[in-house]
Nanobody, 121 residues
């Protein structure tokens, strides 16, 4: 069983910063790409940022220059540093990982439970 647990959401004023973290646990052989998605009520979930096992990051245009994704391979964690936050960044943020579980040869997509980020004055 593989689990992703997020932390770090909350309420912040416009222009402020938050750092989200996600830890993977369970019977894991390897983690490939990891990422962060977000969902606003009434809208489709969108990719915010992703990072490969080699450390190559990719970002949605709306967050480029403000958000930074990073990961620690050994600790099986991925983080999202969010700076210069805007009200339109308000959403539930979900951690995502492509995981090869132990004793298998293919990868599966796993999701965290989500953490609320609210940007408001």
């Amino acid at each position: 069983q593989v689990q992703l647990v997020e932390s770090g959401g909350g309420l912040v004023q416009p222009g402020g910063s938050l750092r989200l973290s996600c830890a993977a646990s369970g019977s894991i052989f390897r983690i490939n790409a990891m990422g962060w998605y977000r969902r606003v009520p009434g809208k489709q979930r969108e990719l915010v940022a992703s990072i490969t096992s080699a450390g190559n990051g990719d970002y949605a245009e709306s967050v480029k220059g403000r958000f930074t994704i990073s990961r620690d391979i050994a600790k099986r964690t991925v983080s999202l540093q969010m700076n210069s936050l805007k009200p339109e960044d308000t959403a539930v943020y979900y951690c995502n990982a492509e995981v090869v579980p132990s004793h298998t040869v293919r990868s599966y997509t796993y999701w965290g439970q989500g953490t609320q980020v609210t940007v408001s004055s």
